[in-house]
Each structure stands twice: as C-alpha cells, then as structure tokens.
C-alpha cells in the first residue's frame, strides 16, 4: 500500500519535548511572554499551538522570529538529544523492506542531520525536507509528491501532532499519529489521522503490514 514513509523529527523521532520547553523559556524575556512551568506542561499537551500561544500571553505575529531563534538554539541542544527508544528498530526494518524513507520537519535540515549523525541513523534516510513555518507542511509535502514523482496514496506520514494531520489533508496524504510526542491522543484525536500509534512496534508492525499487503 505505502512506499514511502516520511517522519516527522521533533518529538517523532527525537525526544525533544522538554529541550524546546527549556529553549521557550530562555526566550521569554526577549519576546514578552510568559514562561511554561512545570505545571503547566501537560494542560498545555491538550491545547493546539494557537491556543498554547494565547495561554503564554505570546502573540501569532512574534511566532516566526521566535521560531527562528528557537531552530539557531537547537544546534546545541541536538547533541544531548535521545532518540525515541525502539524507533531506530522501526527504520532498520522499514529500510530493510524496501520502503523509502524520509523526514519532513519545520526544524532545519542542518540539525536534523546533525543529529542523525550523533545517532548513526543517517543511512536510513533517502532525504531530508524542511517547511518555512510550522503551519507550512502541507506545501512541503505537496512539494515532496511533485518532485520525486510520487502518487499521494503511496506515501504515509508519521507525526505526534494535531497541525500534521491537518497537513496531510490538505496534502491528500495518509497520516499516522504517535502518542508519545507533544500532543495528548485526545487532541490528536481532533486531526482524525488514519491510524493512531502508541508504540514504536505498533508502527512497525502497521508499517510492515501495509508494505506486504501493497506486494501481494
């Protein structure tokens, strides 16, 4: 069914939850809002980004330059970042099966390739795409389809949040959530992604179903 698998990064891939609450929060000064304590973390998993900026008194016209300043923060956090445990597992039989493999993320192809090298992961991965803004996936993914030729049925994307269901469709592609990334499974729930993921098995498991069933 699926040929092409393409991942997500932050929160997917690397467990990098509290890494960029910590980055947030040393920008808060510099952008006039308020700080996410610890508190607050889980309340703010069950909102979606727009009204989690709204809850730290940030404004939607700030969020590019925050964003940016957050991705040039990242450089350094990356090194000390932990890949999801069982994911690597889950892209060596991905590989192994003959699926192409990519990430799309709105972090930048520098830091996700730094860390794919920390992790000596980079040779799963046939390429590497990257959205200008948080909301752009969509575009990133209808670029993915146009430039290598692929028909959008082929391709399953794999994210931990609300806004990458929305993206998928938008994008006509199918979608499968984690729920071990940002976002509670009762928000994700709201995307209503064609499959919800609980464990790095669960997604190998589908993965590898759905690539017998398309060669059969």
Same mark, same amino acid.
């Not at 992961?121 to 575009?139: L, N, P, R």
């Not at 146009?146 to 938008?170: F, M, N, P, S, T």
């Not at 790095?200 to 398309?214: I, R, Y």
């Given at each position: 069914?699926?040929?092409?698998?393409?991942?997500?990064?932050?929160?997917?891939?690397?467990?990098?939850?509290?890494?960029?609450?910590?980055?947030?929060?040393?920008?808060?000064?510099?952008?006039?809002?308020?700080?996410?304590?610890?508190?607050?973390?889980?309340?703010?998993?069950?909102?979606?980004?727009?009204?989690?900026?709204?809850?730290?008194?940030?404004?939607?016209?700030?969020?590019?330059?925050?964003?940016?300043?957050?991705?040039?923060?990242?450089?350094?956090?990356?090194?000390?970042?932990?890949?999801?445990?069982?994911?690597?597992?889950?892209?060596?039989?991905?590989?192994?099966?003959?699926?192409?493999?990519?990430?799309?993320?709105?972090?930048?192809?520098?830091?996700?390739?730094?860390?794919?090298?920390?992790?000596?992961?980079?040779?799963?991965?046939?390429?590497?795409?990257?959205?200008?803004?948080?909301?752009?996936?969509?575009?990133?993914?209808?670029?993915?389809?146009?430039?290598? /030729? $692929?028909?959008?049925? &082929?391709? *399953?994307?794999? @994210?931990?949040?609300?806004?990458?269901?929305?993206?998928? #469709?938008?994008?006509?592609?199918?979608?499968?959530?984690?729920?071990? /990334? $940002?976002?509670?499974? &009762?928000? *994700?729930?709201? @995307?209503?992604?064609?499959?919800?993921?609980?464990?790095? #098995?669960?997604?190998?498991?589908?993965?590898?179903?759905?690539?017998?069933?398309?060669?059969?």
């Amino acid at each position: 069914m699926y040929k092409v698998m393409v991942v997500d990064f932050n929160g997917t891939l690397a467990e990098s939850k509290y890494a960029v609450i910590q980055l947030m929060n040393g920008l808060a000064d510099k952008y006039g809002y308020q700080k996410i304590r610890d508190e607050d973390v889980e309340r703010m998993a069950s909102m979606p980004i727009r009204e989690r900026l709204k809850f730290m008194k940030c404004p939607m016209y700030k969020l590019p330059w925050l964003m940016r300043d957050v991705k040039q923060g990242y450089k350094e956090a990356a090194i000390t970042l932990n890949l999801v445990p069982g994911t690597a597992q889950v892209l060596a039989a991905a590989k192994e099966s003959g699926l192409t493999l990519g990430v799309l993320s709105s972090n930048s192809e520098e830091n996700i390739r730094g860390f794919f090298d920390n992790h000596h992961i980079h040779e799963y991965f046939d390429f590497v795409y990257t959205a200008k803004s948080i909301f752009g996936k969509d575009k990133a993914l209808k670029r993915l389809i146009r430039q290598h /030729g $692929y028909a959008a049925h &082929e391709i *399953l994307y794999v @994210g931990d949040e609300l806004r990458d269901a929305v993206a998928c #469709q938008k994008a006509g592609v199918d979608c499968a959530l984690v729920t071990w /990334g $940002y976002d509670t499974e &009762e928000l *994700l729930r709201q @995307g209503q992604p064609r499959y919800m993921v609980r464990t790095p #098995q669960e997604l190998q498991d589908l993965m590898l179903m759905k690539k017998t069933s398309s060669d059969a």
